[in-house]
Antibody, heavy 120, light 106 residues
Framework: QVQLVESGGGLVTPGGSLRLTCAAS????????MSWLRQAPGKGLEWLSY????????HYADSVKGRFSISRDNAMKSLYLQMDSLRAEDTALYYC?????????????WGQGTLVTVSS | EIVLTQSPVTLSLAPGERATLSCRAS??????LAWYRQKPGQAPRLLIY???NRATGIPARFSGSGSGTDFTLTISGLEPEDSAVYYC?????????FGQGTKVEV
């Protein structure tokens, strides 16, 4: 079955950097667009970024544009999120998710998340 | 930015009852709307896509309806395991926004 496992979260000081990894299995990773989303403690969901199946097309939410970078390695079946210039408001549980296209496109499988805490 | 407003904020019902959750968009999203369920300590799970289609493995007691700006998720025959927060999401573009969630207590 589809499995997505995030890693790389942790405690980082404001202005610091962190790289998240999402390891995929159970499906043909190179056929799917992938997304990163996050959920601040006790709050709702926020979509952050997507990458096309080839990695050539990417898009970011305004809140992270210029600071975060999404990438993927289809041979390694891995998705990445490079996070720079981190702020306290970036503290959240970060999820990777697979995107499936119907009439619209939605995140149909999610990992369990990795926690990022930005604090001095 | 399209804002999704969910109501009610909290819904407390007994097992076997029917839950009706609402999601209203600030402008038309056509049928590009999904519903997710998030149980405590778990990742969200896709329930409904394109407003009315059940995702793989979702039982028939979950149904979605609506188009344009007004959408409804109905859960028939509530079970204790349905206790969760339910989110709607619009996808008229990649920066799809989520509603603030409805907490269902069974």
């Amino acid at each position: 079955q589809v499995q997505l496992v995030e890693s790389g979260g942790g405690l980082v000081t404001p202005g610091g950097s962190l790289r998240l990894t999402c390891a995929a299995s159970g499906f043909s990773f190179s056929d799917y667009y992938m997304s990163w989303l996050r959920q601040a403690p006790g709050k709702g969901l926020e979509w952050l970024s997507y990458t096309s199946n080839s990695g050539y097309s990417v898009h970011y939410a305004d809140s992270v544009k210029g600071r975060f970078s999404i990438s993927r390695d289809n041979a390694m079946k891995s998705l990445y999120l490079q996070m720079d210039s981190l702020r306290a408001e970036d503290t959240a549980l970060y999820y990777c998710a697979r995107v499936t296209f119907w009439s619209g496109y939605y995140e149909d499988s999610w990992g369990q998340g990795t926690l990022v805490t930005v604090s001095s | 930015e399209i804002v999704l407003t969910q109501s009610p904020v909290t819904l407390s019902l007994a097992p076997g009852e029917r839950a009706t959750l609402s999601c209203r968009a600030s402008q038309s999203v056509s049928n590009f709307l999904a519903w997710y369920r998030q149980k405590p300590g778990q990742a969200p799970r896709l329930l409904i896509y394109d407003a009315s289609n059940r995702a793989t493995g979702i039982p028939a007691r979950f149904s979605g309806s609506g188009s344009g700006t007004d959408f409804t998720l109905t859960i028939s025959g509530l079970e204790p395991e349905d206790s969760a927060v339910y989110y709607c999401q619009q996808r008229t573009n990649w920066a799809g926004t989520f509603g603030q969630g409805t907490k269902v207590e069974v």
